[in-house]
């Protein structure tokens, strides 16, 4: 098992920044795949961004420029850095894990979730 608990939302303004944290426990993270989502209301789960636990990232081309993952091994933590955030960033967005090698981009192959933090973006 898995846990994962979010943290770093908040109301900003459209143009800031804010960074996300996902904290992990439970599994040797360093062998775990993570991945963050996002969910606006009234609208279907997306993929965010990626990034493997070894070697490779990716990200949706609606945030490719805007932000970047990360994670540090050592805290057993993934980062989502958002600059320039704008109105249709405006999320619920969710942290997730999947046992595999390589990036995974789709909900089916994650196997943890975190409960999510708000995101929200005026313009």
């Known amino acids: 098992q898995v846990q994962l608990v979010e943290s770093g939302g908040g109301l900003v303004q459209a143009g800031a920044s804010l960074r996300l944290s996902c904290a992990a426990s439970?599994?040797?993270?360093?062998?775990?795949?993570m991945g963050w989502f996002r969910q606006a209301v009234e609208k279907e789960r997306e993929f965010v961004a990626a990034?493997?636990?070894?070697?490779?990232?990716t990200y949706a081309d609606s945030v490719k420029g805007r932000f970047t993952i990360s994670r540090d091994n050592a805290k057993n933590t993934v980062y989502l850095q958002m600059n320039s955030l704008k109105s249709e960033d405006t999320a619920v967005y969710y942290c997730?894990?999947?046992?595999?090698?390589?990036?995974?981009?789709?909900?089916?192959?994650?196997?943890?979730w975190g409960q999510g933090t708000q995101v929200t973006v005026s313009s």
């Open positions: 997730a894990a999947a046992p595999i090698v390589g990036v995974a981009t789709t909900g089916q192959e994650y196997h943890y």
């Open positions: 439970g599994r040797t993270f360093n062998r775990l795949a």
């Open positions: 990034i493997a636990w070894s070697v490779g990232r």
